[in-house]
């Protein structure tokens, strides 16, 4: 056995017409302000921007300029970052390149210290780490 609970209502449906002003008002700032971002990308001028960013949206000059200006600095403040994270991929690759050269360096040291396994006893490769072959062979059988 189980609680339900359940909501009745209905959702208005919005038009464009339906909006309050300051809602159209602030979807075409910041469709302006979208705008603008991507013109900036194409290397357009800021005057020229403002004068078409005007007849398309249909904002004051104000707005139209406060829009450019905001994508301005949002294109600046990216490439600002930007240049910080290729400077912390470049130490992160300088510091990974280290570690790298010492492992290399290590490699060789492991490969003379560890011997082969089926080295005889009494030989200079042998080690007491590996079983001898002799061993293995004579070794008792498992019992069940």
Known sequence: MSLRRVVCGSLPCLSRGDEDPLSTEMRLLYAC?????????????REELKQ????????NS????????KAKSVLESQKELLA?????????????QKQ??????????????YSEPNAEPGSKS???????????????PYRQ
């Open 62 to 69: 104000r707005y139209c300029d406060d829009a450019i200006l």
């Open 52 to 59: 078409e960013g005007q007849q398309a949206f249909g904002l």
């Open 100 to 113: 790298r050269t010492l492992t290399k360096r290590l490699k060789p040291m492991t490969r003379q210290k």
């Open 126 to 140: 042998f080690s007491p780490n590996w079983p001898s072959s002799r061993l293995t062979e004579t070794a008792a």
């Open 33 to 45: 302000e979208r705008w603008a971002f991507n013109r900036l990308l194409e290397g357009h001028s």
């Open 84 to 96: 910080l994270e290729i400077e912390e991929t470049g130490t992160k690759l300088a510091r990974a």
